[in-house]
C-alpha cells in the first residue's frame, strides 16, 4: 500500500495547492477574508488529514503520515502568525478606493473559494462511488469462485463415474470374448464328433 493509493494523498495535493495560494495572497497584499478563508479551509483540511493517518492500518505508514501531518500544522501556524502580523501593519491603511477594490477582490476569492469547495466534494464523492464499485466486484469474484469450487467438485465426480462406465464396459467385453470363445469350441468338438459318428457307420 502506497501514499498514492489513499485519500491521504489527495488531501496531501490539496494542502500544496491551498498553501502555495496563502503564500501568494500574503505577498501581494495584506491579510483579508480571502486569505483568512484559505487558512480556515488549510485547518479543516489537517484535520481530516489527520483523521486519515491514524486510520491506516500499517504502523510504518500510519507514524509516516502523522510527522507528515505535525510538520504540515507547522508550516500552517507559521503562515497563521505571518498573517496575523500583517494584518497589524495593515490595519493602519485606509480609504475608499482600497476597501472598493478589496471589495471586489473578495468577491472573486469567494467566488473561487466555492469552485475549490466543489471540486473537493466531487472528488470525495468519486472517491465513495469507486469504493462501492470496489466492493461489489469482489463480491462477485467471490460469488463466480464459489460457482467455479462446484463445477470443479462435479466435473471430478463426473469423471469418477466414466471410469467406472470403461472398467464395466472392459469386463463385458472380457466376458463376451470368454462366451465367443467356448462356442467355437463347443461348435469344434460338435463337428469333430460329427465326422467320428459318420467314420464309424461307413467302417
Known sequence: MSLGDTSFARYDDEFQ?????IRRS????PPNQYTRNLLQ??????????IEARSVGDATMKRD???KVR???????SLQAQSERQGLIGSTTTGSDRNQQERMRLQQNEDALHSQNETLDRARRTMRETESVALEITEELGANREKLVGAHGRVREMSGLTGRATRILQAMNQRATQQKL????????????????LYRIWR
Not at 500574503?26 to 497584499?29: A, F, H
Not at 479551509?41 to 489527520?50: I, K
Open 71 to 77: 510538520t504540515y500544522k507547522s508550516q500552517y501556524q
Open 41 to 50: 479551509q488549510c485547518d479543516d483540511l489537517l484535520q481530516q488529514m489527520g
Open 26 to 29: 500574503l505577498e501581494e497584499e
Open 17 to 21: 495547492r491551498l498553501q502555495a495560494q
Open 65 to 67: 503520515l502523522l510527522h
Open 182 to 197: 467356448i462356442m467355437y469350441g463347443v461348435a469344434v468338438g460338435l463337428v469333430l464328433a460329427f465326422f467320428v459318428m
